[in-house]
């Protein structure tokens, strides 16, 4: 724990000017980032005396080390740099709003040639229109399957648009009028193209001048005794009528808002965003956060705008933002607004009317939400705690081990062996620190070897980091020294990297200037999948490393037993211990981050192919290849003139290319096992 008065800034130093600070903590990582309309009036305030601070403010000042400032030209500039930081340095003493799901959208891809009409969830796309979120996306599809009598745009697959036009036949929903059938030519992309716009300018709300033409239409149809069409055009009404009244009307005018109601006690908040447009509730969200810095609800509103629509422009910001408080400083939040939107914004609280009715109930809306949200989370904080509690008293720990790493090895029979590191933070994983490694030390199988290997590495850069930050004492030289020196840049190495999709760099540890780091912090615990050799190879790494302050303990898997380094009997915990199901969980969890790794390694092996060992052949050339002469067998017999034909393909290229394909072997002959009849390839490359 740190005095703030060791790092206060000297009286003079801090300029009386709008700005961005940030506090840092001993590991050099961004804990917390705020700003202010005179940074010396607001530092200030951190540095009273301890008695005379918030309890969670006290908590950050004590744990933060240095801070340090950015002045501004104005307060809207701020705004936008205190949001850039908070979303690129994930501070833990800041108000995170975090959906408790991810919500789905209708969305038209407008980018396409041929703009299809789904259900979309996560990061917003360029040139894609949304509507929602949707509480769920059954109701999406509902209302989809409504307009596509009237708005027949294409809503299947890239795979079944591409089949379709292949064979020239429309799909199930092309025969029954739900399709224009684009892809066998019934409509030209430019009427396809049109039909989707319409579509959007209806969900849009947009509505009474659309049903008023079909109207019209439907009554000319009917005076020239087109009794057929008229039919159809009033089904079409109906249907879109139908439609409309799964979003009921909150107002008579076609007004587009946000309504935004927070509700909260001590410990949590809970948000809740209703989207009207059109006059009509297209949508609703909601966040719960923890109260980890002294806020108010005008404090809680700001982060929500900010959360909102940081990274929105244009109409997705609408015209009306509707709160329960003013932030603080308005005038600048307003003006941030009005420059993500491009006009003008009006940020008010409502007062009467239909506006306040309707905001009313969005806050009760966040107060059901919170309460659920607590009902929910009061049995998992109190059960996480228990197992952190039991592990520490099962392995005779100082404190509870809030971070826990566990490692798994993975191979088969030999091949392919890697290593997988997963960490749990409370006793839930936190999967933007997960690590996958390759064995690179020998080859063979070699569980405990291994294990050794990979503790050494990721231990070694824990040192190395330390090392250049400045964090070791007096007589720690050697020990960092031994650590060589620190990886260069920030881009993940072939190993040691991040699982795709499960491990974004926005979170974890950070680098000097607090951006994300692969391997700065440590965890009180290390868990390895396997007995007292794979034990007793973890502890091992550490004592060479000269880390005498991480504990280790193995789970073996055939009694689920824990090991201790250098103990001849394992601890036995009950079955109904909730700290051995954490740690069951720990290593499962591990268990499958290895073999997923290790599968895809296999998978890439198995489907490598004799042009992959061309250098300089990309994967757009490799193709060109294949589709000029059918199949690499052709490809094979092909002289270096016949390659050269071939576009992007020059004589330096064809040579390398004839030269890899003479020393690779050709593949095995295909055989049928019922028969045992060669299959050999036809000249068009398939099989017969």
């Known amino acids: 724990m740190a005095d703030p008065s060791s790092y206060r800034p000297k009286p003079g130093q801090i300029p009386d000017s709008p700005g961005v600070y940030k506090f840092r903590d001993e590991h050099r990582r961004v804990i917390y980032v705020g700003k202010a309309k005179s940074l010396r009036q607001r530092l200030a305030n951190y540095f009273q005396p301890l008695t005379s601070l918030h309890p969670r403010t006290a908590t950050m000042v004590t744990t933060a080390a240095s801070v340090e400032w950015t002045v501004v030209a104005t ?56 509507f929602g979120p949707y509480g769920h996306a059954w109701a999406i599809r509902e209302t989809v399957d409504l ?92 249907a879109l009528r139908r439609a409309l009244e799964k979003n009921a009307i909150v107002f008579n005018d076609a007004t587009d808002a946000d309504l935004i109601a927070v509700a909260e006690d001590e410990l949590e908040a809970a948000v809740q965003i209703f989207h ?13 956060t923890d109260k980890v810095e002294a806020v108010d609800t005008a404090g809680l509103v700001e982060h929500a705008l900010q959360q909102l629509y940081g990274e929105e422009t244009g109409d997705s910001v609408p015209k009306e933002v509707l709160v329960p408080a003013l932030p603080e400083d308005a005038e ?30 969005v806050a009760r809306n966040a107060q059901q939400a919170l309460a659920l949200h607590k009902t929910k989370r009061a049995s998992d904080l109190t059960t996480r705690s228990r197992a952190l509690e039991e592990i520490a008293g099962a ?64 231990f070694k850069r824990y040192l190395a980091e330390s090392s250049r930050l400045g964090e070791w004492a007096d007589g720690d030289e050697g020990a960092a020294a031994e650590a060589g020196p620190a990886p260069s840049g920030e881009v993940p190495a072939p190993d040691d990297v991040p699982a795709p999709g499960e491990a974004p760099v926005e979170a974890g540890p950070r680098t ?35 880390i005498d302050d991480v504990a280790v303990c193995g789970l073996a898997k055939r009694l689920e037993e824990v090991w201790l380094p250098g103990d001849d009997d394992p601890v036995v915990l009950p079955r ?17 981050f290895a073999i997923t790794y290790q599968r895809a390694k296999r998978t890439k092996r198995f489907k490598a192919g004799p042009l992959d060992a061309v250098p300089g052949l990309g994967e757009s050339r490799k193709q060109a290849l294949v589709k000029h002469f059918g199949s690499v067998k052709k490809l094979r017999s092909a002289t270096i003139e016949q390659i050269c034909e071939v576009p992007g393909i020059g004589r330096k290229t064809a040579e390398t290319v004839a030269a890899a394909l003479a020393q690779a072997a050709p593949a095995a002959p295909a055989v049928n096992t019922a028969t045992g009849e060669i299959i050999e390839e036809d000249d068009g490359g398939s099989a017969k």
Request: aromatic share 8%; charged share 35%.
């Open 75 to 130: 307060e809207v500039e701020a705004l936008q740099l205190e949001y850039s930081w908070i979303k690129e340095f994930d501070p833990r003493f800041n108000v995170k709003y975090r959906d408790d799901k991810s919500y789905p959208y209708l969305a038209v891809t407008l980018n396409e040639e041929y703009p299809r009409v789904q259900v979309m969830r996560g990061a917003k796309k360029k040139g894609v229109r949304y």
């Open 147 to 238: 307009m596509l009598r009237v708005f027949p745009v294409r809503t299947c697959s890239a795979g079944v648009f591409k089949r379709s036009a292949q064979i020239g036949r429309p799909c199930l929903l092309g025969y029954i009028g739900k399709c224009a059938a684009p892809c066998v030519g019934r409509v030209t992309p430019e009427e396809h193209r049109e039909l989707a716009e319409d579509f959007c300018d209806f969900m849009a709300g947009r509505t009474g001048t659309y049903i008023r033409r079909l109207e019209k239409e439907m009554t000319e149809a009917a005076d020239e005794m087109e009794y057929e069409r008229a039919a159809r055009l009033r089904d079409d009404i109906e």
């Open 276 to 288: 009207v447009r059109g006059g009509r509730v297209r949508g609703q969200r909601g966040w719960v």
């Open 332 to 361: 600048s939040v307003g003006a941030w607004l009005e420059a993500r939107r491009g006009s003008q914004v009006s940020l008010r609280v409502p007062q009467r009317g239909d506006k306040k009715d309707l905001m009313a109930t």
């Open 395 to 458: 392995l005779e720990l100082d404190s509870a081990p809030l971070r826990i790493e566990c490692f798994d090895i993975s191979h088969l029979q030999g091949e392919d062996v890697v290593a997988s590191m997963v960490v749990f933070e409370d006793g839930l994983a936190r999967k933007s620190e997960y690590r996958r490694f390759q064995i690179k030390g020998f080859e063979g199988q070699d569980d405990v070897r291994s294990m050794h290997e990979v503790i050494t590495r990721r």
């Open 512 to 546: 000097e200037d607090g951006r994300p780091k692969r391997f700065a912090y440590p965890p009180q615990l290390v868990v390895v999948d396997g007995g007292q050799p794979q034990v007793a190879a973890a502890k091992r790494a550490l004592d060479e490393l000269g």
């Open 576 to 592: 109904s211990s909730e700290g051995l199901y954490l740690l069951q969980r720990v290593r499962d969890e591990a268990h499958r």
